[in-house]
Every structure is written in structure tokens, then in C-alpha cells.
């Protein structure tokens, strides 16, 4: 099995760098944006790092959050998957839209920026 450009592509905007080893605090932070942005949580998973929640448009956009450290022990990073119901077929497609994980990962550096300065 071979990973193509346009996988790494994808796993690059699906993923971002944290300088806090707080795993806690980027995960409120992602739960916070995520309902900034209009979705409903529908899980957390704390001790696993996981929060899942969803929105209704034309179609109902699935979120899933994922915060772990790094093995550098400086950082943290979180990955943010979004999915939607394909046309007329059973399950989720994952969303490739780059301002789709732009917007969140913005809103979610600007948070963790402020909390962590205490502003």
C-alpha cells in the first residue's frame, strides 16, 4: 500500500500542532469552537481525547475531534475529521473542503492562544 500526495495533503489539513502539553485545556477549547460553529455535541471522551458532534445543513455534517501529545512531551496535537451522509449511500464521507478545517483550526488556535494567556 502506497500513501499518494493528496493523502498527506489531506492528513496535513486534518492536523495541527499545539505548543501545550495541556491536553485538557485543547480539548474544552475544541469543544468550545466546535459549538461556536453551530454543532451539537454529542460525546466526549475525555480520557481517550475524543469529542464528536454534529450539525444539520442541506446535510448533517458529523465533527470528530482527536487531541493527543507528542512524543517530543512539548506539545500536543489535534485532528479534526469532518463527514457527511453521502448521496443516497449508506455512511460518512470524509470532507476535503480546506476552509472547512481552516475556519476550525483558526478558531481553535485563537482559543487555545487566549486561555493559555489568560485573556
Do not use: C, W
Amino acid at each position: 500500500m502506497t500513501v499518494t500526495d493528496s493523502v498527506v495533503a489531506h492528513r496535513a489539513r486534518q492536523t495541527r500542532r499545539f505548543d501545550t502539553t495541556d491536553e485538557t485545556l485543547l480539548l474544552q477549547a475544541s469543544v468550545g469552537v466546535l459549538q461556536d460553529l453551530g454543532y451539537v455535541i454529542e460525546e466526549t471522551r475525555s480520557a481517550f481525547g475524543v469529542v464528536v458532534g454534529s450539525k444539520a445543513t442541506p446535510r448533517r455534517i458529523r465533527a470528530q475531534i482527536l487531541v493527543q501529545g507528542v512524543p517530543d512531551g512539548k506539545s500536543s496535537m489535534a485532528r479534526a475529521t469532518f463527514q457527511a451522509a453521502s448521496n443516497g449511500v449508506a455512511g460518512l464521507e470524509t470532507l476535503d473542503d480546506p476552509l472547512l478545517y481552516q475556519q476550525f483550526f483558526d478558531r481553535l488556535s485563537q482559543s487555545v492562544f487566549l486561555t493559555a494567556h489568560e485573556i
